[in-house]
Nanobody
Framework: QVQLVESGGGSVQAGGSLRLSCVVT?????????MAWFRQAPGKEREVVAA??????TYADSVRGRFTLSKDNAKNTLYLRMNSLKSEDTAMYYC????????????????????WGQGTQVTVSS
């Protein structure tokens, strides 16, 4: 059973930064995986923030230029560096993985991801 464990969330003021981490355990290696960060704010649908697969990384328009997704294959860890945070970035953030990628990462919907982490809360105060 693949397990994803997020950390790094917290409370910051607008303009601040956070780095989220997602460690993938249980023997599954992420070097060729498709992975993504999602977020869900109260009363809103879950949305993809950033996704990576087959050498391509995509970002939501709302975070492009502020957030950076990266992977450390040796540590089996996915990161999300978040700079210039805004109050509208407040949400629960989740990482997710697709075990076998068969199409461009940007074409996957949330329901197509195989495993999810438990989430880490990010709260940005203005």
């Amino acid at each position: 059973q693949v397990q994803l464990v997020e950390s790094g969330g917290g409370s910051v003021q607008a303009g601040g930064s956070l780095r989220l981490s997602c460690v993938v355990t249980s023997g599954y290696t992420i070097s060729r995986a498709c992975m993504a960060w999602f977020r869900q704010a109260p009363g809103k649908e879950r949305e993809v923030v950033a996704a990576n697969g087959d050498g391509d990384t995509t970002y939501a328009d709302s975070v492009r230029g502020r957030f950076t997704l990266s992977k450390d294959n040796a540590k089996n860890t996915l990161y999300l560096r978040m700079n210039s945070l805004k109050s509208e970035d407040t949400a629960m953030y989740y990482c997710a993985v697709i075990l076998i990628c068969r199409k461009p990462i940007g074409s996957y919907g949330p329901n197509e991801y195989n495993y999810w982490g438990q989430g880490t809360q990010v709260t940005v105060s203005s």
